[in-house]
Antibody
Framework: EVQLLESGGGLVQPGGSLRLSCAAS????????MSWVRQAPGKGLEWVSA????????YYGDSVRGRFTISRDNSKDTLYLEMNSLRADDTAIYYC?????????????????WGRGTLVTVSS | EIVLTQSPDFQSVTPKEKVTITCRAS??????LNWYQQKPDQSPKLLIK???QSISGVPSRFSGSGSGTEFTLTINSLEAEDAAAYYC?????????FGQGTKLEIK
């Protein structure tokens, strides 16, 4: 079955760190770029970060650049998001999403598979 | 950063009605525009890619059009199961961005 399963969310204090994981199955993981998208409670979707299939190219949204690091381990079919210097406005459900094309040009990217998400709460 | 502005923010509609949601981009993004549906307590689901290309398994009543800075998602003959939030997403320029969403309520 083609699926994505996120883990690693939880409650963390402001200024703290957390590492999210996304386990992929049912497709050739290394062939596809991957992304993280988040959704604050009751709010809309926000693009967070993306990484190419090889892992050599990474991209970040303005609100997380310099604090978050995306990475992947293609031998384990797993995507990661290392989050540092967390703030209250980082509180959200974090979704892992698969890019729907093997084309490397980012202008062709769209999300054809989403995980169920993992909740990150930043609060003292 | 490219800003996507959707209209309306909210719409209450009756079954079988035709619905049009607009997404305007602050810069030209060609056809690098995708649409997603998110039902309550569910993950988003891809509806339309590249502004107008249909997705396998998505009902044919969903269609998209537009290019450049103005895009439209049309739902013909609305069904009760279409109650959801709808989001446009641009990949024409980094960072990629989403519209603020349009919530559809079925009367």
């Amino acid at each position: 079955e083609v699926q994505l399963l996120e883990s690693g969310g939880g409650l963390v204090q402001p200024g703290g760190s957390l590492r999210l994981s996304c386990a992929a199955s049912g497709f050739t993981f290394s062939s596809y770029a991957m992304s993280w998208v988040r959704q604050a409670p009751g709010k809309g979707l926000e693009w967070v970060s993306a990484i190419s299939g090889t892992g050599r190219s990474t991209y970040y949204g303005d609100s997380v650049r310099g604090r978050f690091t995306i990475s992947r381990d293609n031998s384990k079919d797993t995507l990661y998001l290392e989050m540092n210097s967390l703030r209250a406005d980082d509180t959200a459900i974090y979704y892992c999403a698969k890019i729907g094309t093997e084309v490397s040009a980012t202008s062709y990217w769209y999300f054809d598979l989403w995980g169920r998400g993992t909740l990150v709460t930043v609060s003292s | 950063e490219i800003v996507l502005t959707q209209s309306p923010d909210f719409q209450s509609v009756t079954p079988k009605e035709k619905v049009t949601i607009t997404c305007r981009a602050s810069q030209n993004i060609g056809t690098s525009l995708n649409w997603y549906q998110q039902k309550p307590d569910q993950s988003p689901k891809l509806l339309i890619k590249y502004a107008s290309q249909s997705i396998s398994g998505v009902p044919s009543r969903f269609s998209g059009s537009g290019s450049g800075t103005e895009f439209t998602l049309t739902i013909n003959s609305l069904e009760a199961e279409d109650a959801a939030a709808y989001y446009c997403h641009q990949s024409g320029s980094l960072p990629h961005t989403f519209g603020q969403g349009t919530k559809l309520e079925i009367k």
